[in-house]
């Protein structure tokens, strides 16, 4: 078979090569220069609406600001210690006396001498401790191993 100058289009329509013009995709520089023009606009109004978003924020914080520090400096400050407020009472009571371990009132004696014994590692006064404190810890340890029977 002779080729007669023909080519197959994809819906298999026959053209002449003079009729064929290849499409293309360039996109005229007018066109290019629009679409950035567009997006730089887009991108410029966002910034703009960021910062004015930023500014108002800082505008209401001010005064939110003022009211959180006003509410922190009224609440007592034993509100955000781990720590017991307080003295030792004239006569060392059953609670107190699981306060001053660290352990509950109805423990064990082996859980009230574990804690006697770690507690009085850190506060004995032969390491530098108090005596008063000392006291008190052995205070504690008597009186819970007293009323605990196992």
Same mark, same amino acid.
């Given at each position: 078979?002779?080729?007669?100058? @023909?080519? =197959?289009?994809?819906?298999?329509?026959?053209?002449?090569?003079?009729?064929?013009?290849?499409?293309?995709?360039?996109? #005229?520089?007018?066109? /290019?220069?629009? $679409?950035? !023009?567009?997006?730089?606009?887009? %991108? !410029?109004? !966002?910034? *703009?609406? *960021?910062?004015?978003?930023? $500014?108002?924020?800082?505008?209401?914080?001010?005064?939110? !600001?003022? %009211?959180?520090?006003? =509410?922190? @400096?009224?609440?007592?400050?034993?509100?955000?210690? #781990? &720590?017991?407020?307080?003295?030792?009472?004239?006569?060392?009571?059953? @609670?107190? *006396? #699981?306060?001053?371990?660290?352990?509950?009132?109805?423990?064990?004696?082996?859980?009230?001498?574990?804690?006697?014994? @770690? /507690?009085?590692?850190?506060?004995?006064?032969?390491?530098?401790? #108090?005596? &008063?404190?000392?006291?008190? /810890?052995?205070? *504690?340890?008597?009186?819970?191993?007293?009323?605990?029977? $196992?």
């Amino acid at each position: 078979m002779a080729s007669t100058g @023909r080519v =197959t289009v994809d819906g298999g329509d026959m053209m002449r090569y003079s009729e064929y013009t290849p499409k293309t995709n360039m996109r #005229s520089d007018a066109e /290019i220069d629009r $679409r950035l !023009g567009g997006t730089l606009i887009a %991108v !410029g109004l !966002g910034v *703009a609406a *960021a910062g004015f978003a930023g $500014r108002y924020a800082f505008q209401l914080w001010k005064p939110l !600001g003022q %009211v959180f520090s006003q =509410t922190v @400096r009224k609440m007592p400050t034993s509100a955000f210690s #781990s &720590y017991y407020k307080g003295g030792f009472e004239q006569k060392m009571s059953k @609670r107190e *006396a #699981s306060l001053v371990l660290g352990i509950s009132p109805v423990s064990t004696k082996a859980k009230v001498r574990e804690a006697h014994r @770690r /507690i009085m590692v850190l506060n004995h006064p032969d390491k530098g401790g #108090s005596p &008063y404190l000392a006291a008190k /810890i052995n205070e *504690a340890k008597d009186l819970l191993e007293k009323e605990t029977r $196992r």
